[in-house]
């Protein structure tokens, strides 16, 4: 499995215990907004909204939160508009950084970024550096626990998945991100344990890094991943799954 859904597994984890839910929730709420305001606040209609309203609601957003934050985007009311920004860079040992982030002052927020790049062994490079090694594509986690996994990649596939990765208890699915809502549904019809589903940038291919440049990489997403402006970090590098345990 690729560094992207280990990472992923991980900070699933420790979210669960995370004491920053605050943080969380401004990032989910942000999405909600941004979402809202692209494509109309009814998530029937918006797929985009829909997918940002269920991760949501999994990490245990209330709902009042999730309406206000579609409130306050299709009602022209108070609250800053907040734009979406992709930082690109390189970590230590070479390593390919996607930075996606929302933002209401973007001089505040790639001061930041880069200001995190530089202390932990990184640089923020040009738009378009580092993009070409990455695609967009859908990801969906499913818990193989007490299944066969070969069963479940089988099962995935006829549902329509482009490719199928298995890594113990974990199946990652992954589609066109135009198929991402059709695959997960035919998946959560045929009763199989769907933990999450989300659009992002999966690596082209991957690069190993020696265990010091990869623990100074996870660092460095870490970090990212801590500023409040930041959404999503994505990366080319293969961790291994003893590093990450051990990182984590």
């Known amino acids: 499995m690729s560094g992207h859904s280990k990472w992923a597994q991980i900070k699933r984890q420790k979210g669960a215990n995370d004491a920053k839910r605050g943080q969380l929730f ?8 941004v979402a809202a305001r692209e494509g109309g606040g009814d998530p029937d209609a918006n797929f985009r ?3 940002a309203v269920q991760r949501a609601r999994a990490e245990n957003m209330p709902m009042e939160n999730i309406e206000r934050a579609i409130k306050r985007a299709t009602g022209g009311a108070d609250g800053a508009v907040l734009e979406e920004i992709v ?37 923020l490079g040009e738009s378009g550096c580092v993009a070409w090694l990455f695609e967009p594509r ?14 479940l ?3 995935a596939i006829d549902a329509g998945a482009e490719d199928v990765k298995t890594d113990g208890d974990t199946v990652e699915v992954y589609t066109s991100p135009a198929e991402l809502e059709a695959v997960r549904d035919e998946l959560r019809e045929r009763k199989i344990n769907v933990v999450a589903a989300e ?10 890094l020696d265990e010091a440049e990869a623990l100074k990489t996870l660092k460095l997403m870490d970090r990212l991943e801590e500023l409040d402006d930041v959404q999503r970090v994505y ?14």
């Open 26 to 33: 401004t990032k989910l709420g942000r999405e909600i907004m």
């Open 153 to 155: 990649a089988l099962i």
């Open 87 to 123: 930082y690109e860079g390189y970590g230590p040992g070479g390593a390919a950084i996607m930075v996606e982030a929302m933002t209401d002052n973007r001089n505040r927020t790639v001061s930041e970024i880069r200001n995190v790049f530089t202390r932990n062994g990184g640089s």
């Open 199 to 208: 659009s992002s940038m999966i690596p082209k291919s991957t690069l190993a």
């Open 49 to 51: 909204l829909r997918l």
């Open 235 to 248: 990366t080319n590098v293969d961790f291994s799954e003893d590093l990450l345990e051990r990182y984590a």
């Open 138 to 151: 859908g990801v969906i986690s499913i818990d193989a626990s007490g299944t066969d996994p070969d069963e």
